[in-house]
């Protein structure tokens, strides 16, 4: 009898012992990747044109077309300008940085560039930023948390029908 009821509280402890949401994003997150279709489609999109311009024209129509009538320079351009959008971007994500304070402080440095907030979980359980302070005077964000774990963090930021996780 004894075993019976020691094997049905095991579960109510179990079950107790679990931090809450609020207690588990306290600590220091470091941005590790980016997940944005649009911006995906729009990089592809590039990149496909750098690979493609002036192939089926002739040098007279891309000098009408396109003002130069050496795609190969203005090849080499665009997909040095390519690069450097991605580099800074992965350079961006590399120095992202979210400190939630217990207190409802959090410290958030995106891309080098720090500034203070308060954080908070709304009533539907999506998590706000509210009153940034420094950089992004009186902006407040709202973002869905899909996953919350002692070791990773994914969050949902949708603003104007495009969404980034």
Known sequence: MKKKILLLFIPVLLFACQR???????????????????????????????????????????????????????????????????QIQQQTLENTYFNFKKNGQAILTVGGATDTTKWYFDDDGAWMLDELKEKWVGTSFKMIVQHLSDTSLKLKFVEKDVSSV
């Open 20 to 86: 809450s949401k609020k207690d588990m994003l306290v600590r220091n997150w470091h941005a590790v990747q980016l997940f944005n279709p649009d911006l995906d489609d729009m990089l592809q999109k590039q990149q496909q044109f750098i690979d493609t311009v002036g192939k089926s024209t002739t040098s007279a129509a891309n000098d009408t077309l396109y003002g130069f009538h050496n795609m190969d320079s203005i090849k080499v351009v665009l997909q040095k300008q390519l690069d450097s959008f991605k």
